[in-house]
């Protein structure tokens, strides 16, 4: 890996540099493209995509309810902020094909993946 962007990502052994490599050819679904959930939860999981090194972006749904539930955080503002940030690290999950993300890359649907 050359870019030092990502270095900090690539020291973990739980990404490394194949790791990385694998999320810059990955498409993470978290645009916003006819999701019901709120803007800005889109907004802050493409940041944390992008962030993430991720080859491209693609419209896909993220499911507030289960990524931010309202029991867990009352505010709606949080609640999008929390869903966008777990939607993210679910896509990263699924293009690395860490924990139970494995089988839910490139469905797009982020809200079906254990959010913890």
């Known amino acids: 890996m050359d870019d030092p962007r990502y270095l900090r990502q690539v020291l973990l052994a739980e990404i490394g ?3 990385q490599a694998r999320l810059g050819a990955a498409t993470a679904r978290v645009r ?3 999701s019901d959930a709120p803007p800005l939860a889109h907004e802050v999981a493409e940041r944390y995509a ?7 972006l693609a ?3 993220i499911d507030l309810a289960a990524l931010a539930p309202a ?3 009352a505010s709606p ?3 999008a902020v929390l869903a ?4 993210a690290l679910a896509e ?3 293009a690395l094909a860490l924990g139970s993300a494995a089988g839910s890359a490139g469905q797009g649907s982020a809200g079906e993946v254990d959010p913890s």
């Open 17 to 19: 540099p194949e790791g």
């Open 32 to 34: 916003g493209g006819g």
């Open 50 to 56: 992008r962030g993430a090194g991720f080859g491209a």
């Open 59 to 61: 419209d896909g749904a």
């Open 71 to 73: 029991d867990l955080v």
């Open 77 to 79: 503002a949080a609640r």
């Open 84 to 87: 966008g940030a777990r939607a």
């Open 92 to 94: 990263m999950r699924a």
